[in-house]
């Protein structure tokens, strides 16, 4: 049982937008930063946001993410077969003393 | 450019020892921290612990504290995840993550991934 609550699965068309949505509490989300990473079949997780809503150098702005109280959001517009992913978000929990991880979100693009 | 580059597979025996490895480039190895992140067949990402290379603090998740050690060797730019008697349930990928030196900075660069099998 992960410490964040992502929807086990998304999916929609290509080119059509959507949201996956990471949960969590006052120890954790509440009060750090969130980051979100893809993990392609195979390969290692990859950071696409960081501190809530900035994006890496070379993530492109089809890539969003925001955060409202012990909520954060991850939005993907303009949807390619490429981004066939995992997604997860991730944060620190003061309580814990640890990193925390939701359990990820499978993303298909019909 | 910035790699962190992982040891090769390991089969192993529950009951045998095992120390595998994470070492980084093209960045100062000591201005950040290392945490080791492990992936069981199928599931999510599990944060274990970190390390600070500058001198070694370390500090563990609850759910694997006691369970493994990690360390480094700042002289050669390693981090190092080891385990002194291996389960069948330790079967899984490790990854090691570079992140700033401080708590709940993002993972910016991850190594390739060490894939762990223990069975007898």
């Known amino acids: 049982q992960s410490v964040l609550t992502q929807p086990p699965s998304v999916s929609a068309a290509p080119g059509q937008k959507v949201t996956i949505s990471c949960s969590g509490s006052s120890s954790n989300i509440g009060n750090n930063y969130v980051s979100w990473y893809q993990q392609l079949p195979g390969t290692a997780p990859k950071l696409l946001i960081y501190e809530n809503n900035k994006r890496p150098s070379g993530i492109p702005d089809r890539f969003s993410g925001s955060k409202s109280g012990t909520s954060a959001t991850l939005g993907i517009t303009g949807l390619q077969t490429g981004d066939e992913a995992d997604y997860y978000c991730?944060?620190?929990?003061?309580?814990?003393?640890?990193?925390?991880f939701g359990g990820g979100t499978k993303l298909t693009v019909l | 450019e910035v790699q962190l580059v992982q040891s090769g597979a390991e089969v192993k025996k529950p009951g045998e020892s095992l120390r595998i490895s994470c070492k980084g480039s093209g960045y100062s190895f000591t201005n950040y921290w290392i945490s080791w992140v492990r992936q069981m067949p199928g599931k999510g990402l599990e944060w274990m612990g970190r390390?600070?290379?500058?001198?070694?603090?370390?500090n563990y998740s609850p759910s694997f504290q006691g369970h493994v050690t990690i360390s480094t060797d700042k002289s050669i730019s390693t981090a190092y995840l080891q385990w002194s008697s291996l389960k069948a349930s330790d079967t899984a990928m490790y990854y090691c993550a570079r992140h700033e030196d401080r708590v709940g900075t993002p993972f910016d660069y991850w190594g390739q991934g060490t894939l762990v099998t223990v069975s007898s």
């Open positions: 991730g944060t620190w929990d003061r309580v814990l003393s640890a990193g925390v």
């Open positions: 390390i600070d290379p500058s001198d070694s603090y370390t």
